[in-house]
C-alpha cells in the first residue's frame, strides 16, 4: 500500500470517528475503528483519545497477534476483539465497536433485535446476533462474536454495544448507523403501543433480492423453505446456549395470531421450524404488546436514551 493511499485511509478512519462521537454512538473516549490494511497489518484508533478528535497520526498499526507495530499511541485494549473478527472473516477489512444507545439498549435487555418490520433492515443487515456478556479487553471477550462473525457482520455484545463489519470503513459504520436507527424505531413505535410486522413470505421476496445487490445471505444457501424467517431462526439453534428469547418484540405467527392483514398465514413453504418462543410467551401470559411493566420499562429507557441524545446533539 502507497504512503498516500494510508494517509487517505488515516483521513478517513478519523472522519468515521468524528460521525461516531457526533452521533453519541460513543462517549468520553469510548469505541474503536480497524481496518486491515494487508494480511498482517491493520490500522486501528489508540486508546483513550476521544473518537470525535482524532488525527490522522494518533492512529496506530498492529499485527494480527495484537502486537504494536508503529504508532505514538497505545493501540485500543478492544482491538483482540476487531483482530477475531477480521481473522474470522477473510472477505471483509473493516470493523467499528462502539456502544450506540438503542442498539445497546437492546444488548442489556438481551432482546432479539426483531425481524420482518422494515424491509431494509433485511436487505442491508440480514439477522442480527447476540454474543453473550464477557469482561471486556480479553480474549476470551474477543472470542464470545466467533460463532456468530461466520454468518452475520452486525452483532449486538450482551451488556457492552455494537460490532460491525465491512468491506471498508464506511461499510462497517454504516451498519452501526442503520442498527441503531432500527433500534431507536422500534423503541418509539413500542412506544406508540404497536408494532406490525409482514410475514415469511415477503422475507423471502426481500432476501431473494440480496444477489442482484451483491449482498450475500447464508440463508440463502442453507434454504429459504422452512419460512422461520421472521423469527431470527439462524441463530436460535446451533449456536451454543446462549441465546436471548424474545420478550418485548415478538412476531405474531409466534404467538399463534395472524397479523390485521393476513400476511403472516400467506405462506405457501412447508413449515418445520422451531417455534420454541411461543409456547414461552404465551405461557408467560405476554401478549405480542408485551406487559405493562415491560412498555414502563421501555418507556423509561427511551425517556433516558432521548433526553441524553438531546443532551449531546450536534
Ligand atoms: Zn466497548
Known amino acids: 500500500m502507497s504512503a498516500m493511499n494510508e494517509w487517505k485511509l488515516r483521513e478517513t478512519m478519523c472522519e468515521i470517528g468524528r460521525r461516531i462521537y457526533n452521533k453519541g454512538f460513543a462517549a468520553a473516549n469510548d469505541g474503536n475503528i480497524s481496518y486491515r490494511l494487508s494480511e498482517d ?4 484508533t489508540p486508546t483513550r483519545v476521544s473518537k470525535g478528535f482524532m488525527k490522522p497520526d494518533d492512529l496506530c498499526i498492529i499485527d494480527m ?13 478492544e482491538m483482540l476483539l476487531h483482530l477475531a473478527a477480521l481473522k474470522a472473516r477473510p472477505d471483509l477489512r473493516s470493523c467499528v465497536h462502539c456502544h450506540p444507545p438503542h442498539a445497546t439498549a437492546f444488548a442489556v435487555a438481551r432482546e432479539p433485535v426483531p425481524k420482518c418490520v422494515l424491509p431494509e ?12 456478556y464477557e469482561t471486556p479487553g480479553g480474549q476470551a471477550f474477543a472470542d464470545t462474536i466467533l460463532p456468530y462473525v461466520k454468518d452475520t457482520e452486525t452483532i449486538l455484545l450482551a451488556n457492552h454495544g455494537t460490532l460491525t463489519l465491512g468491506v471498508d470503513l464506511e461499510d462497517a459504520y454504516f451498519k452501526t448507523e ?20 409482514y410475514g415469511d413470505d415477503k422475507a423471502a421476496e426481500l ?37 436471548p428469547e424474545p420478550k418485548v418484540f415478538i412476531h405474531p405467527k409466534l404467538l399463534n395470531e395472524s397479523t390485521p392483514s393476513g400476511e403472516t398465514s400467506a405462506c405457501g413453504c412447508s413449515t418445520g421450524a422451531a417455534h420454541a ?11 405480542h404488546s408485551g406487559g405493562p411493566d415491560v412498555d414502563a420499562l421501555v418507556r423509561s429507557i427511551t425517556d433516558q436514551v432521548m433526553s441524553a441524545l438531546n443532551g449531546s446533539a450536534k
Open 207 to 243: 432476501i431473494k433480492l440480496k444477489p442482484g445487490l451483491g449482498i450475500p445471505d447464508p440463508r440463502l444457501t442453507r434454504g429459504l423453505e422452512n419460512c422461520d424467517l421472521c423469527g431470527n431462526s439462524l441463530f436460535r439453534e446451533g449456536y451454543g446456549s446462549f441465546s
Open 41 to 44: 497489518r491493520v490500522l486501528c
Open 121 to 132: 433492515i433485511e436487505v442491508f443487515l440480514g439477522e442480527i446476533a447476540i454474543s453473550p
Open 65 to 77: 497477534d495484537g502486537g504494536q507495530v508503529s504508532g505514538k499511541r497505545k493501540r485500543s485494549s
Open 178 to 197: 442503520i442498527i441503531d436507527a432500527y433500534c431507536r424505531i422500534l423503541i418509539l413505535a413500542k412506544q406508540l403501543g404497536r408494532v406490525n410486522y
Open 277 to 287: 418462543p411461543a409456547a414461552k410467551a404465551s405461557s408467560n401470559g405476554n401478549g
